[in-house]
Nanobody, 117 residues
Framework: QVQLVESGGGLVQAGGSLRLSCTVS????????MGWYRQAPGQQRELVAT????????YYADSVKGRFTISRDNTKNTVYLQMNSLKFEDTAVYYCKVVNGWGNEYWGQGTQVTVSS
């Protein structure tokens, strides 16, 4: 059983920063893709950013490009999302997901990010 534990969410003023962490119970080198998603109230869950194993290529949604940075620390089995210049519209529950080579997906429980305007 793979478990993901997110942390780092909270309340921040617009323009501020937060760093989310997602610690995985298995070696993250076992997973081809790791990513962050978010879901605002009344909205569908949307992709925020992904990072692949190997060379670590990244992808960002247009709405966060230039403000958010996804990274990973293989020694800690942790994926990070550094969020800068936060906006009110970034308010959401943020979820971490990992995908293994068989296409199995594992999700964390989510962490709330609230940006006050």
């Amino acid at each position: 059983q793979v478990q993901l534990v997110e942390s780092g969410g909270g309340l921040v003023q617009a323009g501020g920063s937060l760093r989310l962490s997602c610690t995985v119970s298995r070696n993250i080198l076992n997973f081809n893709l790791m990513g962050w998603y978010r879901q605002a109230p009344g909205q569908q869950r949307e992709l925020v950013a992904t990072i692949r194993s190997g060379f670590g290529s990244t992808y960002y949604a247009d709405s966060v490009k230039g403000r958010f940075t996804i990274s990973r620390d293989n020694t800690k089995n942790t994926v990070y999302l550094q969020m800068n210049s936060l906006k009110f519209e970034d308010t959401a529950v943020y979820y971490c997901k990992v995908v293994n080579g068989w296409g199995n997906e594992y999700w964390g429980q989510g962490t709330q990010v609230t940006v006050s305007s």
